[in-house]
């Protein structure tokens, strides 16, 4: 056998289990932590709320508005 035959030897059945259970492996750790870290921080969290500006809704014409108006005229 040349050393050019010794490397393209074709992987066993062995080798493609291997890999595969490696690969189910990894793509289940890279789940778990996911979903670990994503009930941490909901568990972990409280609700958010926005503050509110205390002002009525609507058109008003206050001051500068009016001055607005009156440069208009």
């Not at 040349?2 to 080798?15: I, N």
């Not at 972990?44 to 503050?51: F, Q, R, W």
Request: glycine share 8%; net charge negative; proline share 4%.
């Amino acid at each position: 056998m040349t050393e050019s035959q010794k490397e393209s030897t074709p992987l066993t059945d062995t080798d493609l289990s291997g890999r595969r259970q490696f690969l189910k492996g990894v793509a289940l750790a890279t789940a778990a932590g996911a979903a670990a870290s994503a009930g941490v921080a909901v568990a972990g969290s409280e609700p958010v709320t926005l503050a509110q500006p205390e002002t009525a809704e609507g058109y008003h014409e206050t001051d500068h508005i009016r001055a607005y108006y009156a440069s208009c005229r």
